[in-house]
């Protein structure tokens, strides 16, 4: 494979650059020199907007899941899932990469049947919250068990997305399906490190669609691209708020015309390009 550089970037949490480098077959862009004491990085700090990204509360979202915009994302998650594939109380679905476990929850209270599975400080919120979760010791007498696996902004964060893919793979029955969301690289080709999404202390792993349907591909996954649909309005609404350090639903928000907005915004950033995946037989 051959690399070409993209550029350097400096970090916030831990100052220091971070070069980004990109695969010119497949156009994969990563951080070559990634920080990864997980420990430092996605600790009780990160998980209540002290960390590499200060706009994201998770802490603060499960404690007032009826009032955090994170509730719209919820939402769209579960009604563009329903577009794809059905969803009933006997759904398995597996949210990889939970956090704090909002969308676990929100599923549970639309009677889908949902754990999650998180690493990290977080994963003793989680046991004193309830929120069901298996772990890595886990995973092999899992395999094959859910219908539905959620990645919700993960793949990023992560050195060998493969190797992630893969896993979630074994997890999935065959012909089930992985929804995930990430950032599109593509409309940012040629000004990468201008990319708000750049936060390289946690975004170590960007994709085109193309790129992430050749991981995909690799993972034993048919990559299809159903583009934009019914839930990706509410998962748009939920970005820009959170961009604008909005963390609570209000009456003045919910006047903003978003069908037409989140259409605009997606038109940019081209978030519903990326793929899903289903599992192969």
Known sequence: MVFDDVGIVAGTVNP???RLRRCRSCQFVFVSNPWLEYGLIYSEDYYNGRGADTKLNYVEEVQHPTRTVRRYEWRGVLNRIRTLTPVTQQ???L???CGTGGLVEYLRS???DAVGFEQGWCVELLKRNGTPTIDEADFERNGGRFDIVSGIEVIEHTPDPVAVLRSIRRLLKP???LFMTTGNAEPFHDRFTSWRY?????HISYFEPSTLARALEAAEFKPIFPGYGPGWEDIIRYKLLMTLRRKWSSPPEAIVPWGLLARLVD???KLSAQPVGWALS
């Not at 750049?198 to 946690?202: G, I, K, L, M, N």
């Open 16 to 18: 220091r650059e971070y």
């Open 91 to 93: 759904t398995k679905w």
């Open 95 to 97: 949210d990889y990469g």
């Open 110 to 112: 639309q009677a889908v």
């Open 175 to 177: 012909g089930g399906l």
């Open 198 to 202: 750049v936060t390289p202390e946690v």
């Open 267 to 269: 038109s940019h950033l």
